[in-house]
C-alpha cells in the first residue's frame, strides 16, 4: 500500500511540481476518490500479464519444437521443449517486470 501511494505520489510530484507531502496527500485522496477505477485497472493490469506470460511462453514453446522436430530427426523434442519453457518463463518475467 505504502509503495503504491509513494509511486502515485512521485507522479503526482512529476506533475504540479509540489513537495513530497502535499502530492503523497493528494495521492491519496486521488486514490481514495477512484477506488473503483484503481481496482478494475489493478485486476486487468494481472490479466494482461497473464496472457503475456502465456503467449511469451507458448510462443517459444512451438517455435522450439518445430525448430527440433526439422533439426534433429531422431531426436524426442520433449526435454529440449521443457527447458524452452524453463528459459521462456525467466524471459516473459524480465520483460513483463518492465510493465
Known amino acids: ?3 503504491f501511494l509513494n509511486k502515485n505520489a512521485y ?3 512529476a506533475l504540479l511540481g509540489t513537495s513530497f ?3 503523497a496527500k493528494e ?3 486521488l486514490i481514495a476518490r477512484n477506488v473503483l477505477r484503481f481496482g478494475a485497472i489493478t485486476a486487468l493490469s494481472g ?3 497473464g496472457i ?3 503467449c511469451i511462453m507458448s510462443s517459444t514453446a512451438v517455435a522450439g519444437y518445430f525448430y527440433m522436430r526439422e533439426v534433429h530427426k531422431d531426436l524426442s523434442p520433449f526435454m529440449p521443449c521443457v527447458c524452452f519453457l524453463f528459459v521462456s518463463y ?3 518475467k524480465l520483460f513483463m517486470n518492465v510493465f
Do not use: D, L, Y
Open 1 to 3: 500500500c505504502i509503495k
Open 11 to 13: 507522479i503526482q510530484i
Open 21 to 23: 507531502c502535499k502530492s
Open 27 to 29: 495521492a491519496f485522496f
Open 47 to 49: 490479466i494482461v500479464h
Open 52 to 54: 503475456g506470460f502465456i
Open 90 to 92: 525467466v524471459v516473459a
